[in-house]
């Protein structure tokens, strides 16, 4: 069974930056293009970025040029770098995994990360 673990989030002040991790478990991770997903208060579940086995990516406009996403397929890790953040980006951060870039997630999700980004 596939698993997902977010780490990496806090409390940062607007501008700063913070690198998000997920470690994933289960022997589809190598073939899956994985995404980060978040929740923002009172908001639905959105989507952030994604990128491919072969690194091909995909953002959201509000975060395209500000985010990175990437993965290491060795140890089954997806980060996302995040800098010049806002409040706005003020969230619980989730990863997923996706069959394409433009697939929505499947399977589990994890307990996610929480973002807090202060004015």
């Known amino acids: 069974q596939a698993r997902l673990v977010e780490s990496g989030g806090g409390l940062v002040q607007t501008g700063g930056s913070l690198r998000l991790s997920c470690a994933a478990s289960?022997?589809?991770?190598?073939?899956?293009?994985m995404g980060w997903y978040r929740q923002g208060p009172g908001q639905q579940r959105e989507f952030v970025a994604a990128?491919?086995?072969?690194?091909?990516?995909k953002y959201a406009n509000s975060v395209a040029g500000r985010f990175t996403i990437s993965r290491d397929n060795v140890n089954q890790k997806v980060y996302l770098q995040m800098n010049s953040l806002k409040p706005e980006d003020t969230a619980v951060y989730y990863c997923?995994?996706?069959?394409?870039?433009?697939?929505?997630?499947?399977?589990?999700w994890g307990q996610g990360t929480q973002v807090t980004v202060s004015s």
């Open positions: 289960g022997s589809i991770f190598s073939i899956s293009a």
């Open positions: 997923a995994h996706q069959r394409r870039l433009v697939d929505p997630p499947f399977g589990a």
């Open positions: 990128i491919t086995s072969d690194g091909s990516t």
